[in-house]
Structures are given as structure tokens and as C-alpha cells.
């Protein structure tokens, strides 16, 4: 009988404990970084902008006051007070609604990339092999196509085949979903090839778990660091893509609000209200902004590669 | 290493064929297709389409189109532009001296900056200008593009900027062009050179940014090196040491990260251009969107992978031309 080894449930806690430990050491480091915390609090107002949108401002958004159409109301007037666009509309709420719009395509285009991205790594890493080798060219193939003219012919196409109100919320977050899988599929592949080595997963598959039971339960949860790091980055360049293509006409489609098209209404107009391009841009920076300092925060918390 | 360089070489050619097969399949759900432009065109009957549609071999099955443009494609016959009613290889070489132009330019700029800040920033870590250097990158890395421009626009072309000389009657103006590449009227050198000044300054600032990050981190590295401890015992000086051994070392990667940037030089910058109403490829293939011509965006996108995945390539290959320390097996 051979010498009895540690049991998979002792193997299992071992782990666990370490887990737990690095855990602890991730949040101290986290709080240690004062730049990720005050983005995290700045990202939180601004979150609180667009939840409370209808709260903070008795204005509707897309409401166009006659009287200051073509002579926009420069800031501070009449209540409006970052003043109102060119067709009279208060430039504040359509802020507050435009940042609703930013903030939930780039959540949900992120959630659907870190789901694909998962899946296709995940089976790639564990599998090997010829499924690794088409899944892993299927990546290369994504990431040689350059993204922002890939988007727009995307979204170019949707706009042709109906009309252009169809380029709305929910077929911009897919275009952008499906077409951004590729880094988290990599990060999630990388793990994987070498978490399949390791004991505990060897145990596992002793005692017959199956590949599902495997991935799910053994893999996935130690693999989730760098998938949390790149979600969170990935959150910033959603909503610069997003605003990108909105701004170039081919995003979310006016008279909805999102920072982009604000921006694009704007430059339209900068002769006679030059204060109309400066709010929306300065959301879309200091949202991005907030999210890289969190980001890098996170990554010096949770990436065992730079401690 | 030839060896290497084959497999890659042979690796590539799939890669490259799945992405024109992908980009295909993209292309084809676009309705109408090639054909699109004359839809638009009242004069233009149902059987005029039908009967151009059978003409350009659009009625036949997909793979075939497929294999009839691969073939085209390989050839150098890249299509026909209805937007600028010239063949589409045209259409393209007529813009990159634009392009080439305009990134070539930013690509100089931001090197020679990025260089520059990395490099002190590595040298005096958490000292005042690395913290000055760390916060600029973060910045540029986040500053959308396209409001950049835009408050450029505003401060040196809406607005325009000018000062007073103080005590007299003098007044300098800061002026600068917001669109094109020379004035209707003028040209020469220093038109073209006060026109590029706004988006070579726009497209600077985030690849500044990139540059810096990526000098910083590549010199920290070298600096903790056995070597360069060997060259201070030697008892050469600071700088000498920083730039003989430290630079040609930590410049090893930022040369392979600087293939990876240059099809864009090709490829140009979509918003910029599109901004700045600069004659370049990138707003090329933008009208080429809005026109709906379907050779010059399949000519484009194809050409732009084809570029990021031969300077991909060439990025691997420098690596282990340049560091004798890669091996490959």
C-alpha cells in the first residue's frame, strides 16, 4: 500500500489558506495605493451622477427649449447652469443621462468580453491541442484587425441594413462585447495551461471529478486576478471606444445623450458655445482617468507578477 | 534561427488568410454589397442592379467571390473606388504621403520626448520628475483623443491665443490652421509645418505617454543589471554608463514595440484626420464608411492586418537579432 499523500480536501484547504492570505495582503496593498482609492471614490460620484440622473436636475435631456435654440445659454443662466446646447437643451442633465448611457454600454460590453473571453480560454488552456491551436488563431485573427475601423464597419453595417435608430444601446454593447474577448481570453488561456499542472487539479481528476466540475470549481477561481485587472481596464477603453463612435456618428444616436455624441453636437457648433465640448470630454477623462489609477492599483494588489 | 524565421514566415500566411476570410464574411452581411452606391440612385432600376449584380459575379456562391477576390487581391487589383472612381490601390497611394507625413512626424516627436522622460524618470525613481513623468503617462494614456482636439481647436484656432507685450503696442498672435494640410493659397514649408503643429500635438501626447511607461519600466530594469554594477566599478562616468550600456540594452524592446506601431503610420489616424481635415488614409477609409465603397474598405482593413501582422514578425524577429541572449528553438 503506497505511503497515504495529503488528501484532496487537505490539499484543498491548503490552498484555500493561501488564497485567504493573499487576499488580505491584495486589500492592504490596495489601500496603500492612495491614487487607485481616490480614483475608486471619484469613479463612485460619478456612478452616483448617473444612478440619481432624475434626481439632480428638474430638466428633461432631450428637451428642446425654442426660445434659446441657435442662441445657447452660456453657463449659470436661467438654472441651466452649465448653460444649454445649441438646440437649447440643459447641458447638465444631458451630462447626468449621457454618462448613464456610457457607463452601462461599457459594464455590459465588458461583461459580455470577460464571459467570451473566458469561454474560449478557458477551453483552450484546459483542452490543448488542436482546439487550443484554432481558438488561439482565432485570437491572433481578432487582434491583427485593427479595432476602431473593425467597429466601425460593424456598426456601419448595422446602420445600413435598417435604419439608423437601430444603432442603439444594445447593438453597440454586443458589437463592442464581441469584438474585445481577445486579451481576456489570452490572460484566462495562460492561467489555465499552467493551473491544469498543478497537484490539486491532478488530485482532482483523480478522484474522477469531471472536466466541468474541474474548471468551474478548481481553475476558474484561481484564475480570476488578472481576468478582475483587465475587466477594470477594459472598462476605460469601452468607454473611449464608445464615445469615439458616437462622436463619429456611427455610436449611440442622438437625441439619446452619451458623452460622445455630446461631443460631436458640440464641435458642431464651438463658434457659438465652445462650453458645450468641454463638459462631456472632461466626464469621459476623468472617468477614464479614475478607472487606470483603480486598475493599476489592482494589478499591483493582485498580480503575483509585479510583487 | 532560419529555421525560426521559416516556421514564422509559413505561420504567418494562415493567419493572414483568416483574416482576410473574416474580414470577408464582414464585408458580405453589408447590404447591397459593392452595389450599394447605385441603390441610392434614383435612375438606377431593379434590373439594372440585377443585371450588374450578375456582371460583377455577385450572384455566385461566397466561397467563389471569395477565391476570385483572394486572387485579385494577391495580384495588385484591389478593386474599384466608386467614391473617388479610381482603382482602389490608387485611391490609397494617393493619400499616404499625407499620412505618412503626419504620423511620421508624431512617431519622431513622441520618440524623442518618450525617450527623453523615460529615461530620467528610470535614472531618479520617486523623485519629483518621475512622479511629474508617471502622472503625465497616466494622463495621456486617458485623454480621449478627440476632445483633445477639440479644446485645441478651440484655444489656437476658435478663440486663438495672443499676448500683449507689455508697455506697447506689439501683439503676438498664436493662431494656428485647424484643418487641412496647407492653406488653399499658400503651401510652401512653413504653411505645411504650422498645419501639422495641432495634430502632431494631439497624436503626441498618448504615444508620449506609452513611450515614457515603457522606457521607464525597460530602464529600471537594465539598471539593477550585474553589468552596469560592473561599468560604475570600472569607474566610468554616470552618464557614459547610462548611455553606453544602460540604452543599448533597455532600447531592445522599446525597438520591437516600435514595429508594432508602424502600420499605423500606413494605416494613419482615423479620428485625428477625420478632426483636423487632414487629406490622410485614416479619413480615407472614414468617407470611404460614409460612402458606403465597399472595395476601398475591404482594400483598407485587408492592408492594415496584412502590415500588423508582417510588423508583428518583424518585431520577433528583431528581438532575437538584437538580444543575443533569445534563443529559439
Not at chain 2, 475591404?298 to 502590415?307: A, C, D, K, R
Request: hydrophobic share 55%; net charge neutral.
Amino acid at each position: 500500500m503506497p505511503a497515504p499523500g495529503p488528501g484532496v480536501s487537505q490539499l484543498q484547504a491548503a490552498q484555500e489558506a493561501e488564497f485567504s492570505r493573499e487576499r488580505h495582503q491584495a486589500w492592504r496593498k490596495f489601500r496603500r495605493h492612495y491614487l487607485a482609492l481616490a480614483g475608486a471614490g471619484a469613479l463612485i460620484l460619478i456612478a452616483i451622477g448617473a444612478i440619481f440622473a432624475p434626481l439632480l436636475t428638474h430638466f428633461d435631456p432631450n428637451a428642446i427649449d425654442a426660445q434659446w435654440q441657435g442662441t445657447p445659454l452660456a453657463p449659470g443662466q436661467f438654472g441651466h447652469w452649465l448653460g444649454t446646447d445649441n438646440l437649447g437643451r440643459d447641458l447638465w442633465a444631458r451630462m447626468l443621462f449621457g454618462g448613464r448611457i456610457s457607463l452601462t454600454v461599457a459594464i455590459f460590453a465588458v461583461l459580455i468580453e470577460v464571459v467570451l473571453g473566458t469561454i474560449i480560454g478557458a477551453v483552450a488552456g484546459y483542452y490543448g491541442g488542436w482546439i487550443d491551436w484554432l481558438m488561439m488563431r482565432l485570437t491572433d485573427t481578432f487582434l491583427s484587425i485593427p479595432l476602431l475601423p473593425l467597429l466601425l464597419v460593424l456598426t456601419g453595417i448595422v446602420a445600413a441594413s435598417s435604419t439608423k435608430a437601430a444603432l442603439n444601446f444594445t447593438s453597440i454593447v454586443l458589437i463592442i462585447g464581441m469584438l474585445s474577448w481577445m486579451p481576456v481570453a489570452r490572460l484566462v488561456r495562460a492561467s489555465f495551461l499552467s493551473l491544469r499542472e498543478k497537484e490539486f487539479c491532478e488530485a482532482a481528476r483523480a478522484i474522477g471529478s469531471n472536466d466541468n466540475r474541474i474548471i468551474m470549481k478548481h481553475l476558474l477561481p484561481n484564475a480570476i486576478a488578472p481576468i478582475v485587472v483587465q475587466a477594470t481596464l477594459d472598462v476605460a477603453n469601452v468607454i473611449i471606444l464608445e464615445s469615439a463612435l458616437s462622436f463619429l456618428g456611427f455610436g449611440i444616436q442622438p437625441p439619446t445623450a452619451s458623452w460622445g455624441n455630446m461631443l460631436s453636437d458640440a464641435q458642431e457648433n464651438v463658434s457659438i458655445a465652445w462650453w458645450a465640448a468641454v463638459y462631456p470630454g472632461l466626464c469621459i477623462f476623468a472617468t477614464v482617468l479614475a478607472i487606470n489609477y483603480m486598475g493599476d492599483g489592482l494589478r499591483d494588489a493582485l498580480d503575483p507578477n509585479v510583487r | 534561427m532560419l529555421i525560426y524565421t521559416i516556421r514564422r514566415l509559413l505561420q504567418a500566411i494562415p493567419l493572414m488568410l483568416f483574416i482576410s476570410i473574416i474580414l470577408f464574411t464582414i464585408l458580405h452581411f453589408m447590404p447591397g454589397g459593392p452595389l450599394a452606391p447605385y441603390m441610392q440612385n434614383p435612375h438606377i432600376t431593379a434590373a439594372d442592379i440585377a443585371r450588374l449584380r450578375h456582371n460583377f459575379g455577385l450572384d455566385r456562391p461566397a466561397y467563389v467571390q471569395y477565391l476570385a477576390w483572394l486572387g485579385a487581391y494577391v495580384r495588385g487589383d484591389w478593386g474599384w473606388s466608386t467614391m473617388n472612381s479610381t482603382p482602389v490601390t490608387v485611391a490609397i497611394l494617393q493619400r499616404l504621403p499625407a499620412t505618412i507625413e503626419l504620423m511620421g512626424v508624431s512617431l519622431a516627436v513622441s520618440l524623442v520626448i518618450g525617450l527623453a522622460f523615460g529615461i530620467l524618470a528610470a535614472v531618479k525613481p520617486y523623485s519629483l520628475w518621475d512622479y511629474f513623468v508617471t502622472t503625465f503617462a497616466f494622463f495621456g494614456m486617458s485623454m480621449p483623443t478627440f476632445w483633445f482636439a477639440i479644446i485645441l481647436q478651440i484655444v489656437f484656432a476658435v478663440a486663438g491665443v495672443h499676448f500683449r507685450i507689455p508697455f506697447s503696442d506689439y501683439r503676438i498672435d498664436f493662431n494656428l490652421p485647424s484643418a487641412g494640410r496647407y492653406d488653399t493659397d499658400g503651401g510652401g514649408f512653413v504653411d505645411g509645418l504650422r498645419h501639422l503643429i495641432l495634430p502632431v500635438t494631439v497624436l503626441s501626447l498618448i504615444q508620449i505617454a506609452t513611450w515614457s511607461r515603457f522606457t521607464r519600466a525597460s530602464m529600471q530594469e537594465v539598471l539593477h543589471t550585474d553589468y552596469m554594477r560592473t561599468a560604475a566599478a570600472k569607474g566610468l562616468g554616470f552618464w557614459k554608463i547610462i548611455f553606453k550600456h544602460g540604452l543599448k540594452n533597455a532600447l531592445m524592446p522599446v525597438v520591437t514595440v516600435l514595429a508594432l506601431t508602424l502600420p499605423g503610420v500606413v494605416g494613419g489616424a482615423l479620428i485625428t484626420e477625420t478632426i483636423f481635415a487632414w487629406p490622410g488614409a485614416g479619413r480615407l477609409f472614414y468617407t470611404a464608411l460614409q460612402q458606403q465603397d465597399f472595395s476601398l474598405l475591404m482594400g483598407y482593413l485587408v492592408l492594415i492586418s496584412v502590415l500588423v501582422v508582417i510588423f508583428n514578425l518583424v518585431a520577433d524577429l528583431a528581438y532575437g537579432w538584437l538580444d543575443p541572449r533569445v534563443k529559439y528553438d
